[in-house]
Structure formats: structure tokens, C-alpha cells
């Protein structure tokens, strides 16, 4: 056997590019309100709970009874994302991969729409009249403390409790985002693997789907400190994600660019919290 054949040997590449494990859709966009918004802020109201008041005589004046009227505020944020594609690199690849810079693109985008959302739910909400008005998130009346435990039934419960003793409307769709190793802690509990608890058939494949009235969200970019992770549970319209432009894709020449090809995508949305009454946060200790 000749010792040089190795200089005949010859190299197989794949004509298929294909993008690694990543969030593509947004998980959290269809579990809010959603609303367009034209302008720099976009502003939403809202009216309050009044009371009935008893009548004490016949004939009497006609009471009338103040409604309020509150407002909440949505700055929509630019979003971009772009890379080039050389024309001269485009002979030495076997595949155009544009059309895959543009679904990695759009992904990117997805998950800063969740991560918008993320943030607005604890965040301090503008609103009032000129939407300077702030409202910060009740920590004492809306918030489940870790108590060195993961995710629990006892917390579920708790956050069904919190968000039914503020008459959120039960008829209205309830989410709670969490993690995998949430998910894992979940279907751990013999509460939640027991056909007495649970109704859940997802559970047959691994996954969690809906317990205590609220539908699972599973999303990866909670955010951590301290090794105590954030989940929340909220009712649909207690969120709100504002478009200003939703997610558009270009692919064009950039002359200023020797004329390589651009693959570009951008959008410009906004997230607040909508009502306190509706959203809970809920620690889950991860040490």
C-alpha cells in the first residue's frame, strides 16, 4: 500500500445548513393582550371597580357614582438584527445559506419579544393621565417566597388563591412560566403523577400542560439570582405586548458594502403590566 494516498483522499461536506438548538417561536406572545401602537407611546384605559349604593329613600336624588378611569403606558422599542453574505464567498460554499440567516434571524427575534414580556411583569408600569404616573409591582400582596423549595403544589396553589381572592375573572386564560427544572420538580410531585390529582394526559410524554387552571408555559430565560429562580403567573390580560412594527425580513445589496448581500430583520414592540391585581410572582429555590 502506497504511503502517499492520503494525497487522493477526499473530503464530503453537507449541502444542508442547519442551526443549532434554539427557541424559535415566541412562547409567551400568544398568552397576552395584544395590541397595535402608533407613535412614540401607546396609551390603554382602563376602568376601576365602582359600588352600588343602597337607596334609603323614596323619591330621592339620584346618586351618582364617580367611575375611574386609569391608564397604562407602552414605549414600543427598535429591534435589528443583520449579517452579510460576501459574493465572492458564495462560489466556495455548496449551499446559499440566506434563507437560514433569515429563520436564525427571526428566532433572535422571537425570543426578545419573550424577554420583553419577561421584564414588563415585575417591572414598574407607567401610566396616569401623561403616562408618568408609576406603579410598582405589590411584592407583599403578589409575591410567593422561595422558602428554600422548588416549584410546589402548595405554590400553585397559592398563586390560584392570590389571583381569585383579587376576583380575577376565571373565565379569563391563566399562564404560569417556569423552567425545566421546574417542569422536572412538577412531575416529581405525587400530587401531579397521581390520576386522582390530575387530568393532564401530556404527562404520558414527559410534558406538563395545565394543573390548578393555569397552562404552562416552559421558557429558559427566567431570569436567576442567588440561585432563586422568577416564574410568574398572570391572567392573559394583565399583560399586554404592544407592536409598533412587527417583525419584518429584508434581503438586499449593500453597495456601501461591496455589494454583498444583507439579510436583515427588525421590529419595534413594548410590554407592560396591565393590572397588579393580575400577575403573581412565584421563587423557585434551584441550590
Not at 124 to 132: E, N, P, V
Not at 156 to 185: C, G, H
Not at 255 to 276: C, H, L, P
Request: proline letters at 4%; hydrophobic letters at 35%; a negative charge.
Amino acid at each position: 500500500m502506497s504511503f502517499e494516498i492520503t494525497t487522493a483522499m477526499v473530503q464530503q461536506y453537507n449541502d444542508n445548513v442547519v442551526l443549532l438548538q434554539q427557541q424559535k417561536p415566541s412562547r409567551l406572545r400568544p398568552c397576552v393582550r395584544e395590541e397595535g401602537v402608533q407613535g412614540e407611546y401607546g396609551f390603554f384605559d382602563q376602568i376601576d371597580q365602582t359600588a352600588a349604593q343602597k337607596r334609603t329613600q323614596r323619591h330621592g336624588d339620584t346618586p351618582l357614582i364617580s367611575t375611574p378611569h386609569v391608564r397604562r403606558r407602552v414605549a414600543p422599542t427598535p429591534f435589528d438584527w443583520a449579517d452579510l453574505i460576501d459574493n465572492f464567498d458564495r462560489p466556495t460554499l455548496i449551499t446559499d445559506p440566506t434563507s437560514k440567516y433569515a429563520v436564525n434571524a427571526v428566532a433572535a427575534m422571537n425570543r426578545s419579544i419573550d424577554d420583553e414580556i419577561i421584564a414588563a411583569a415585575l417591572a414598574t408600569a407607567y401610566g396616569g393621565r401623561d403616562g408618568t404616573t408609576t406603579y410598582a409591582f405589590p411584592t407583599s400582596t403578589h409575591q410567593i417566597v422561595h422558602g428554600s423549595a422548588s416549584l410546589t403544589i402548595a405554590k400553585l396553589l397559592s398563586a390560584k388563591e392570590i389571583l381569585d381572592s383579587y376576583e380575577n375573572d376565571p373565565d379569563e386564560p391563566r399562564f404560569l412560566a417556569l423552567n425545566a427544572k421546574q417542569v422536572t420538580a412538577l412531575l416529581n410531585t405525587t400530587e401531579i403523577k397521581s390520576a386522582d390529582y390530575n387530568t393532564v394526559k401530556a404527562l404520558v410524554k414527559g410534558e406538563l400542560d395545565t394543573f390548578c387552571g393555569f397552562k404552562f408555559i416552559r421558557t429558559e430565560r427566567l431570569p436567576s439570582a442567588s440561585s432563586v429562580r422568577t416564574c410568574y403567573a398572570w391572567s392573559k390580560n394583565s399583560m399586554l405586548l404592544g407592536i409598533g412594527t412587527d417583525i419584518v425580513t429584508r434581503v438586499s445589496e449593500r453597495a456601501d458594502k461591496n455589494y454583498a448581500t444583507q439579510v436583515y430583520a427588525g421590529m419595534s414592540i413594548g410590554a407592560v403590566r396591565m393590572d397588579e391585581k393580575g400577575v403573581v410572582k412565584v421563587e423557585a429555590y434551584e441550590g
